[in-house]
């Protein structure tokens, strides 16, 4: 990675350590660094440039973590159809060209 780069980590805990070592790397080459994540204060903030939160609760009565993951799609949801409007040219024809190679696996 390099400067111009951008890395975008999500962790609901913020203490993945795979994931704050990653960013540090990231950070130390001029990246820009981007987390998702449910906890405030949690480690992942600190090697953080953007801190973008998803905070949602989690139900007793289900084995894993929908809510949370629900939040963070939403988010990413945001952040790539404002990619994609603000090059719009670009994406279009990345669009039709991928329409249009998944064509011939329809049947």
Do not use: W
């Not at 820009?32 to 953007?50: F, L």
């Amino acid at each position: 990675m390099q400067k111009g780069d951008i890395i975008v980590a999500i962790s609901n805990s913020g203490r993945s350590l795979d994931l704050i070592e990653n960013l540090k790397i990231a950070q130390n080459a001029g990246a820009t660094t981007i987390c998702i994540t449910g906890g405030y204060n949690s480690p992942i903030t600190k090697v953080s440039d953007i801190v973008l939160m998803a905070v949602s609760k989690e139900q007793m009565y289900k084995p894993e973590p929908m809510s949370s993951r629900i939040a963070q799609l939403s988010i990413i949801d945001v952040l790539s159809i404002g990619l994609a409007m603000f090059h719009k040219n670009k994406i279009l024809d990345n669009l039709q060209k991928t329409r249009s190679a998944l064509q011939s696996r329809k049947p």
